[in-house]
């Protein structure tokens, strides 16, 4: 008798662990980071921007229209 109760018990301690790492792993999936948005530098006055803002002509990165002209 006392075998089989042991048994349970390592069978839910290891059934609330897989729960537990499942809801885990869920909840990090979730979390929302940003794309890959390397900072760059403006070619005339080295301002860092977001490759997502950046203007590029030519191969060369602006922060700004003025900077582009």
Do not use: Y
């Not at 900072?39 to 921007?49: A, K, Q």
């Amino acid at each position: 008798m006392g075998m089989i109760k042991l048994i349970i018990i390592i069978l839910i301690a290891w059934l609330g662990f897989s729960i537990w790492r499942k809801f885990k792993q869920s909840k990090s999936n979730n979390a929302t980071r940003p794309l890959s948005n390397k900072m760059l530098s403006c070619s005339v006055c080295e301002t860092h921007i977001p490759e997502s803002e950046a203007i590029i002509k030519n191969d060369k990165v602006f922060c700004c229209k003025k900077c582009s002209e």
